[in-house]
């Protein structure tokens, strides 16, 4: 038994919240509290940061993205008191608090579920944050609207309580009804994808099911069809049947061979299916027809809603990371122009919905929007960049401060790129960036240089999901983070088939010269 499996068997995380009590009121030194209840914190959304010792990063659970103006405000109003007014925007429609202290930590969850907003397993071997189109309800070609359904799925995983919250690892869930794939569903364990079958001589509209999508790891892969039809009232006892399933029988040896998709691999799709049915007492439905038609689009700029008159307007934020000042002024803005309600992207964006057309003008002339572009140009639309060193410890480089850096010198430089060309960065093998799906990735890494060791990536290409899905291929190792520009030019003269630079020729060889750390 692995060490984080004897820390379970021994007490389960949601028993730690006394003991975090305790620990707070005391403010017990770091150096005191025992690793395994540092890792039961966890359970609550709360990590301690070793790079920046005594400090904690506070995870938030926002299903499907949708956030009150109230909860935004206070978001903005604990960041400001307590976490030094610094927000990142999560892949998984989620938010995080940073710098936080331990005795600071009970009253930032009461402040937060006070509002409605809660931390509860939002790490560790937990069923994490519920994503789903934010456009549900507002998208004027989606198949019906899935909000009530990410609802429903919260409410039942947090009913369940400590009957799902040991499972061998994490799992990843996406639900939603629209034709745009918005939560990226086969990245997940378990995508709830819009589809349509025959039932007794009536056309259903339901969802397939696709199981096993993981990028992070030495073996990331894809989610595959379960071959499974789902009626919206199916959705969630089919939900809980998987993860019991998954839970009851999932490897546990080694934890990097313990998600969703290992259990496939020893399986395969058929007997999961029939361990799911055997579960619910009843067979399911095969799959029916795929009713998606392509890969989501970021979601920015100004579009009408499926209600008459109204608009959404989708705000780029930059590499995901906002202030307190931008979280109060979006909540304003939502209040002012909409009706206070503001959503989160899986591309670390926001959306504002229900802008009536007559207040267009004046939403667009907001100060806020100089910074939260509506439209920023290409080489940043798509720009994703998880925490990085600066706050991650697994983290090998900052990817934040480089992702910026270099879509602020592609910018300059005036070099154009395809709309929705996605350029992701993920800071190490986790994958939290999405890299592998990106049509440039960039991977963190470590090399030396004499004496020294530098940041460096590995540069992957290629990747995309959709009909002709496919993960990124690697194409080069150990580029020095200063190069990344040159290189990224590069990458994107040899996507518009024009001439690649003598000088770039001879850094792309002189890259895989280097020697990398580890």
Same mark, same amino acid.
């Given at each position: 038994?692995?060490?984080?499996?004897?820390?379970?068997?021994?007490?389960?995380?949601? +028993?730690?919240?006394?003991?975090?009590? %305790?620990?707070?009121?005391? +403010?017990?030194?770091?150096?005191?509290?025992?690793? !395994?209840?540092?890792?039961?914190?966890?359970?609550?959304g709360?990590? *301690?940061?070793?790079?920046?010792?005594?400090?904690?990063?506070?995870r938030?659970?926002?299903?499907?993205?949708?956030?009150?103006?109230?909860?935004l405000?206070?978001?903005?109003?604990?960041?400001?008191?307590?976490?030094?007014?610094?927000?990142?925007?999560?892949?998984r429609?989620?938010?995080?608090?940073?710098?936080?202290?331990?005795?600071?930590?009970?009253?930032?969850?009461?402040?937060?579920?006070?509002?409605?907003?809660?931390?509860?397993?939002?790490?560790? !071997?937990?069923?994490?944050?519920?994503?789903?189109?934010?456009?549900?309800?507002?998208?004027?070609?989606?198949?019906?609207?899935?909000?009530?359904?990410?609802?429903?799925?919260t409410?039942?995983?947090?009913?369940?309580?400590?009957?799902l919250? #040991?499972?061998?690892?994490?799992?990843?869930?996406?639900?939603?009804?629209?034709?745009?794939?918005?939560?990226?569903?086969?990245?997940?364990?378990?995508?709830? /994808?819009?589809?349509?079958?025959?039932?007794?001589?009536?056309?259903?509209?339901?969802?397939?099911?696709?199981?096993?999508?993981?990028?992070?790891?030495t073996?990331?892969?894809?989610?595959?069809?379960?071959d /499974?039809?789902?009626?919206?009232?199916? &959705?969630?006892?089919?939900?809980?049947?998987?993860?019991?399933?998954?839970? +009851?029988?999932?490897?546990?040896?080694?934890r990097t061979?313990?998600?969703?998709?290992?259990?496939?691999?020893?399986?395969?799709? %058929?007997?999961?299916?029939?361990? =799911?049915?055997?579960?619910?007492?009843?067979?399911?439905m095969r799959?029916?027809?795929?009713?998606?038609?392509? @890969?989501?689009?970021?979601?920015?700029?100004?579009?009408?809603?499926?209600?008459?008159?109204? #608009?959404? $307007?989708?705000?780029?934020?930059?590499?995901?990371?906002?202030?307190?000042?931008?979280?109060? %002024?979006?909540?304003?803005?939502?209040? =002012?122009?909409?009706?206070?309600?503001?959503?989160?992207?899986?591309?670390?964006?926001? /959306?504002?919905?229900?802008?009536?057309?007559?207040?267009?003008?004046?939403?667009?002339?907001?100060?806020?929007?100089?910074?939260?572009?509506?439209?920023?140009?290409?080489?940043?639309?798509?720009? &994703?960049?998880?925490?990085?060193?600066?706050?991650c410890?697994?983290?090998?480089?900052?990817?934040?401060?480089?992702?910026? #850096?270099?879509?602020?010198?592609?910018?300059?430089?005036?070099?154009?790129?395809?709309?929705?060309?996605?350029?992701?960065?993920?800071?190490?093998? *986790?994958?939290?960036?999405?890299?592998?799906?990106?049509?440039?990735?960039?991977?963190?890494? #470590? $090399?030396?240089?004499?004496?020294?060791?530098?940041?460096?990536?590995? @540069?992957?290409?290629?990747?995309?999901?959709?009909?002709?899905?496919?993960?990124?291929?690697?194409?080069?190792?150990? =580029?020095?983070?200063?190069?990344?520009?040159?290189?990224?030019?590069?990458? =994107?003269?040899?996507?518009?088939?024009?001439?690649?630079?003598?000088?770039?020729?001879?850094?792309?060889? *002189?890259?895989?010269?280097?020697?990398?750390?580890?």
């Open positions: 038994m692995n060490k984080f499996e004897a820390m379970k068997a021994e007490k389960d995380g949601l +028993d730690i919240w006394p003991a975090l009590l %305790e620990y707070a009121a005391a +403010d017990t030194p770091v150096e005191e509290i025992g690793e !395994d209840d540092l890792h039961r914190m966890k359970w609550f709360v990590f *301690h940061r070793p790079q920046r010792p005594g400090t904690f990063m506070m938030l659970r926002v299903p499907g993205g949708v956030l009150t103006s109230r909860q405000a206070t978001v903005a109003e604990v960041a400001r008191a307590y976490g030094h007014d610094t927000i990142d925007l999560t892949t429609q989620g938010l995080q608090l940073r710098d936080l202290r331990l005795p600071d930590i009970p009253a930032v969850i009461m402040r937060l579920e006070g509002v409605g907003l809660t931390t509860r397993q939002t790490g560790m !071997d937990n069923v994490r944050n519920f994503i789903g189109c934010p456009l549900a309800g507002i998208d004027g070609l989606e198949l019906f609207d899935s909000t009530p359904l990410v609802q429903a799925l409410e039942a995983h947090r009913a369940a309580g400590k009957s919250s #040991n499972l061998p690892r994490k799992l990843n869930v996406s639900v939603a009804g629209c034709r745009d794939d918005c939560g990226h569903a086969q990245t997940q364990d378990i995508g709830f /994808v819009p589809a349509t079958a025959e039932f007794d001589g009536r056309r259903l509209a339901g969802f397939n099911v696709l199981v096993g999508g993981a990028l992070g790891g073996s990331p892969r894809l989610a595959t069809p379960l /499974v039809f789902l009626r919206p009232g199916e &959705v969630v006892p089919f939900f809980i049947a998987l993860v019991e399933v998954f839970r +009851d029988n999932g490897p546990r040896e080694v061979r313990a998600r969703l998709k290992w259990l496939i691999a020893e399986w395969g799709e %058929e007997r999961l299916r029939a361990e =799911v049915e055997a579960r619910l007492g009843f067979s399911l799959a029916g027809v795929d009713e998606r038609l392509r @890969v989501a689009g970021d979601h920015l700029g100004i579009h009408p809603q499926r209600q008459p008159g109204l #608009n959404y $307007i989708g705000l780029h934020v930059p590499v995901g990371r906002a202030t307190a000042d931008d979280l109060e %002024e979006l909540a304003r803005l939502a209040d =002012v122009y909409g009706r206070g309600e503001v959503r989160l992207t899986v591309d670390q964006s926001v /959306v504002v919905p229900h802008v009536a057309d007559a207040a267009l003008s004046g939403f667009l002339g907001e100060p806020l929007l100089a910074r939260l572009r509506p439209n920023p140009p290409a080489v940043w639309r798509n720009l &994703v960049a998880c925490t990085g060193n600066d706050y410890h697994f983290s090998l480089i900052d990817t934040k401060t480089h992702a910026f #850096n270099l879509a602020t010198e592609l910018e300059r430089k005036g070099i154009q790129v395809p709309k929705g060309t996605r350029i992701h960065v993920s800071g190490c093998v *986790h994958a939290c960036g999405k890299h592998h799906i990106g049509d440039i990735g960039l991977q963190g890494a #470590n $090399i030396r240089l004499g004496d020294r060791v530098e940041e460096a990536v590995t @540069v992957y290409a290629g990747g995309r999901l959709g009909e002709d899905a496919r993960l990124a291929a690697k194409v080069l190792d150990n =580029v020095h983070v200063a190069d990344l520009p040159v290189l990224v030019e590069a990458l =994107v003269r040899q996507r518009f088939q024009q001439t690649v630079p003598l000088s770039v020729m001879r850094l792309l060889e *002189h890259t895989n010269t280097l020697e990398p750390v580890g």
